[in-house]
């Protein structure tokens, strides 16, 4: 029992933290239409960031790895830490990729900068100790006076604390003249740049604020499984949760929510239950051999995602400030009463 | 000092053979079918498998270079009309495509992971006394890839400058609806244009793994960034602008591997690519006409 327990607790802190990163690229995709293929960097370097600042010092006795940004700081300040260096990378990349091009093209360019920074950080090991990674990340909450189980759910509480704080944030974001401007700005940039928006800035501040997000993903996760090396973040990682926000539905976060759900979390999980075939690492690779056809298929049959984004009516119930004689439609409408 | 910087410049110069013959097959069909193809370095991958059957089985590399060249060519023609063209006539724009084209890499890569069991394979060719020309020395294997990489260089040109089906491409690259208009056979050049390039991509992958002298699921995808750095340096459709961009980058990364390691020349690469962003903003402006698929 508490083997199962504990398993759906940790399925439970996974789908915390990919919610996390699917809010972060819906917000820049499905909003802004900000292609960001690199979104694995940033939370990378969320997660390194949180795993340094709170190993300690990489010198001396039983010294066995080598990182920079090496301290002790106690609880919450590797988390900030990591948030603001998610954000901080994403202003730098942001500063030099993202200027108006073709979304193919800006994809790519992402998606090469993706892969350097991989290779990079893989050959250097005076940066993050190389292919070995980082291990032996403290846990953070370990003041709390519980069990190994306990501490299970709490750290998935403590997550869901999260996602729910940058749920609000962001819907708060996303409906407010900022998120219009940004919508705006996917559907019709030039139209957009002619209202006096500027088309940079916009990008380059929904780039910011998405990495900020897949930082805080990057350091929650770390300091879960206590461990990070090149192999967590290949760019197919990005692919998933990209997958995830297409099959959801891209534009709203009930889709978010429901493609996460159903493509990191179940898919991938399910597979963890079927009867291991072949050499070990055939069904890894198999895998990511069907998430790429499920991409591929989604996009064929339901382009849009399955549950697809409202588009804006501009009925007089909707338009309250203006339109005063349908303010009792409106509020009705606004409680989900029926119209009279 | 001056020995260092030639042979580095001489190594850089066979990089870039490598890179150019990816580089070309990149070029001509982006700049022909508008599809960034992001499964390019994993049919380079396959290329390159394809060639360690044959030379496993005891025939010489310049089968493999044949087969390499004949699968790339087969299965871009397959991908390119039986998925690219199926999503181009739903109505998919250069950015769907693209998104289409990572998902096919990731299931050839991740399905050759899974077919080459995770496993990299050594590839090795008969060597004979290396050449010394100066401080600079090569070994025949590396002047053969040099002369591949100018051979097929001038072929294509030649094609494209000289033959009625080059001038045939050049147009539609330029104008497909004019070209169409003009009696051009649309259909038929695209098919060429899958086969031209899906062959320059076989065979970059088996030259790349004679230059490397391994082959593994990642090898196209490693090599990916470089060969996009360059298409896009180059101007997309332009071969000569590719093999131009080609030396550029591998002199540059092979003469930061020889001073500053090799940690680093990766780097270099990236290096590059932060020049292509910011020295040529026209090869990547937005151009809203040119949002279009030429597939059929």
Known sequence: MSAWSYYISTLAVYFGIDVLSGISLNLQYGYAGVVNLAFIIFQSVGAYVAAATALGPDTGAGAFQHYIFAASLPFPIPLVLATLAGGALAGVVGLFSLRRMRRDYQGAIMLIVSLIALQVVTADVSLFNGSNGLTGVPKPLSFLPVGPLSYQWAYAGWVFVFCVAVYLLVRWLSRSPWGRALKAMRDQEEAASAIGLNITVLRLQVFVVGGLIAGLSGGLLVEYIGAWSPGAWGYAETFVIFTAIFVGGLGNYRGVVLGVLLVPVVFLQVTQFLPQIGYPGLMDSLEWVVIGLLFMLCLLVRPRGILPERKPVATEANAFPFATPGLLPYLRRRLGRPVA | ?296
Not at chain 2, 13 to 32: K, P
Not at chain 2, 179 to 208: D, E, H, K, P
Not at chain 2, 224 to 233: D, G, R, S, T
Request: proline share 2%.
């Open chain 2, 1 to 296: 000092m001056f020995d260092t910087l030639a042979s580095a410049v001489a190594f850089g110069v066979v990089l870039a053979s490598v890179i150019a013959i990816a580089a070309m097959g990149f070029t001509i069909q982006f700049g022909l079918t508008n599809v960034l193809n992001l499964s390019y370095g994993g049919i380079m991958t396959i290329g390159g498998f394809a060639a360690y059957l044959v030379t496993s089985h005891g025939l010489s590399a310049w089968y493999g270079l044949a087969v390499g060249a004949v699968a790339g060519a087969i299965v871009t023609l397959v991908v390119g009309r039986g998925i690219f063209a199926v999503y181009a006539r739903r109505g998919a724009r250069v950015f769907e495509m693209m998104m289409v084209t990572l998902g096919l890499g990731l299931v050839i890569d991740y399905g050759l992971q899974a077919l080459s069991r995770n496993n990299i394979y050594e590839f090795t060719v008969l060597q004979s006394t290396p050449i010394s020309l100066g401080p600079i020395i090569l070994t025949p294997t590396q002047v053969i890839i040099i002369g591949i990489g100018l051979a097929l260089f001038v072929g294509l040109e030649a094609l494209l400058r000289l033959t009625k089906i080059g001038k045939a491409l050049r147009a539609m690259a330029a104008d497909p609806a004019l070209a169409r208009a003009c009696g051009i056979r649309t259909r038929q050049i695209v098919v060429l244009t899958w086969l031209l390039s899906g062959a320059l991509c076989g065979l970059a992958g088996v030259v790349y793994i004679i230059n490397s002298q391994s082959v593994g699921y990642t090898t196209g995808e490693l090599f990916l960034p470089l060969v996009i750095a360059a298409a896009i340096l180059g101007g997309a459709g332009s071969p000569a602008g590719a093999v131009l961009a080609s030396l550029l980058m591998g002199i540059v990364t092979q003469v930061v591997a020889a001073y500053g390691g090799s940690l680093y020349s990766t780097a270099a690469g990236f290096g590059v690519l932060v020049i292509v962003l910011l020295s040529r903003p026209s090869a990547v402006l937005t151009k809203q006409a040119n949002e279009e698929l030429t597939l059929a």
